[in-house]
């Protein structure tokens, strides 16, 4: 059972992430037959043409009693007249058991290239294999930043984290009352080294609940997997 909540709590430090656009924070909370396993915020302003994006998680209650895991990752870049995100820079640390790996990726372009990597990893992925992806903070912005209805669960892209490529999509729209919206997402390993802990549990899907806001855009609410324990949500507070 230890394995199986480092595994959940790990998955969802990579690829859950909640915001609100324009410089406003959230805050999630992520719940697993209701315990609080961590906390999550996330901080994102989308102007014009530019973006930034940062979320920092850390593990809480029962969670912080096996594994102790603080993920703090941030990006920023252009955003095309299609509303498309370009990433020009991305930071992630992860501080996993007093253990720290730092990587640090920019984009000349449509092409990555990994310009810090602490401490060296053996399984990394050629940049030049990666080129035209996004990074995975950009990904998961792409996700949680508000949406029209129309534009909702209409996602296909490519992210690099310096060791795989994975195709993050959402789709599967269906309405869930009251204006709101859920799709169907997941990931899939497209080159690199094999997802681990959360991410390759990932794999087999996720559930996106997007609610209606007062202006009529969406936002995710929560976010939906069934592990081997049971469902575990990422929830706003």
Not at 117 to 130: G, H, I, N, W
Not at 155 to 181: E, F, I
Not at 190 to 208: H, T, Y
Request: charged letters at 25%; proline letters at 5%; glycine letters at 12%.
């Amino acid at each position: 059972m230890t394995s199986a909540f480092k595994s959940t709590v790990f998955l969802f430090a990579l690829v859950v992430f909640g915001t609100t656009a324009r410089a406003e924070q959230t805050t999630y909370a992520l719940r697993f037959i209701g315990l609080e396993l961590g906390s999550l915020g996330y901080v994102a302003d989308e102007e014009r043409s530019t973006y930034s994006a940062r979320m920092r998680f850390q593990t809480s209650g029962l969670a912080g009693l096996i594994t102790n895991l603080t993920f703090d990752a941030r990006s920023q870049g252009g955003v095309g007249s299609d509303g498309g995100l370009r990433p020009s820079r991305y930071r992630e640390e992860t501080v996993r058991d007093n253990k720290r790996e730092v990587t640090e990726i920019v984009w000349d372009g449509s092409r990555p290239n990994i310009v810090k990597e602490q401490p060296p990893q053996p399984d990394r992925l050629d940049p030049a294999k990666a080129v035209g992806s996004i990074d995975m903070m950009t990904g998961m912005h792409l996700i949680f930043r508000p949406v029209r209805p129309e534009a909702a669960c209409n996602l296909s892209a490519v992210t690099y984290d310096g060791k795989r490529l994975m195709r993050l999509s959402l789709g599967a729209r269906r309405r869930n009352g009251a204006g709101g919206v859920t799709c169907d997402g997941g990931f899939a390993r497209l080159k690199g080294a094999a997802p681990q802990g959360m991410l390759d549990m990932m794999s087999g899907g996720f559930e996106v609940v997007l609610a209606q806001m007062p202006d009529g855009m969406l936002r995710v609410e929560r976010m939906n997997m069934q592990t081997p324990l049971g469902r575990v949500s990422l929830v706003i507070q």
